[in-house]
């Protein structure tokens, strides 16, 4: 059976986020890597992806084993606004999820990325959660 990507995206995974978490292909846009960076949180066991994607600078004491601890499930993403100049981006979006206690909550960032030797990282992002 063929699934749809879990990024929202209504692409095939394999053609869409599977692409960067299961085969290494490099992101090209800043919204390629927060797609995919959301689907390696959705999907779990993506931290070793979730770290490589960091930018080196701001992971601080990152572990991969940490990031790859599911503590909500995340249920939905949506794409507010995007912008690339240059070598640098944002993305800022919504994504859903249910929290250990259940309740739905809503996780809005403007997320910041940074191309460097020809990759894109996750720099960092303006973060607020709110019941959804």
Do not use: I, N
């Given at each position: 059976m063929k699934q749809l990507c879990?990024?929202?995206?209504?692409?095939l995974y394999k053609r869409c986020c599977g692409r960067f978490l299961d085969n290494g292909e490099l992101a090209k846009t800043p919204e390629q890597?927060?797609?995919?960076r959301y689907s390696a949180y959705a999907l779990g066991n993506h931290g070793d992806y979730l770290l490589?994607?960091?930018?080196?600078?701001?992971a601080g004491t990152l572990t991969a084993a940490a990031l790859s601890e599911r503590g909500q499930q995340w249920t939905r993403l949506e794409i507010?606004?995007?912008?690339q100049q240059g070598d640098k981006g944002w993305v800022e979006f919504n994504a859903w999820?249910?929290?250990?206690?259940?309740?739905?909550?809503?996780?809005?960032?403007?997320?910041?990325?940074?191309?460097?030797?020809?990759?894109?990282?996750?720099?960092g992002g303006d973060v607020s959660a709110t019941p959804g």
């Open positions: 879990v990024c929202g995206s209504d692409k890597l927060m797609r995919s490589r994607t960091w930018f080196p600078a701001t507010l606004a995007r912008a999820y249910r929290a250990a206690d259940g309740s739905e909550q809503v996780l809005h960032e403007k997320s910041v990325f940074q191309r460097s030797a020809g990759r894109w990282f996750y720099v």
